[in-house]
């Protein structure tokens, strides 16, 4: 089992920046991939970002040159750093693991945070 739990929401202009983080606690010595997915108000869940166990990043097209993600595995947290926020960006951000990375790709991860809001006005 392992347990995620976010941080690092908040409300930003556009242009600015946030750093979301996500601690992992329990069986945390295994070799999870994790990620980063958000969902708006009236839309699917979305893939933003992922990383293996590793450390290769994935990005979806539209956060590309704007977010990085990362890891301390000394401190058992993820990490995505977001700059040059957009209003579009606004959303629920979650953190997800799992083991295999096609169940996390696709949105199927096992473990899940509670998420942590970010909004982006113009």
């Known amino acids: 089992q392992v347990q995620l739990v976010e941080s690092g929401g908040g409300s930003v202009q556009a242009g600015g920046s946030l750093r979301l983080s996500c601690a992992a606690s329990?069986?945390?010595?295994?070799?999870?991939?994790m990620g980063w997915f958000r969902q708006s108000a009236g839309k699917q869940r979305e893939r933003v970002s992922s990383?293996?166990?590793?450390?290769?990043?994935s990005y979806r097209d539209s956060v590309k040159g704007r977010f990085t993600i990362s890891k301390d595995n000394t401190k058992n947290t993820l990490y995505l750093q977001m700059n040059s926020l957009k209003p579009e960006d606004t959303a629920m951000y979650y953190c997800?693991?799992?083991?295999?990375?096609?169940?996390?790709?696709?949105?199927?991860?096992?473990?899940w945070g509670q998420g942590t809001q970010v909004t982006v006005s113009s």
């Open positions: 990383i293996t166990p590793d450390g290769t990043t």
């Open positions: 329990g069986d945390t010595n295994s070799r999870h991939y």
């Open positions: 997800a693991a799992d083991p295999d990375l096609y169940r996390l790709w696709t949105g199927s991860a096992r473990y």
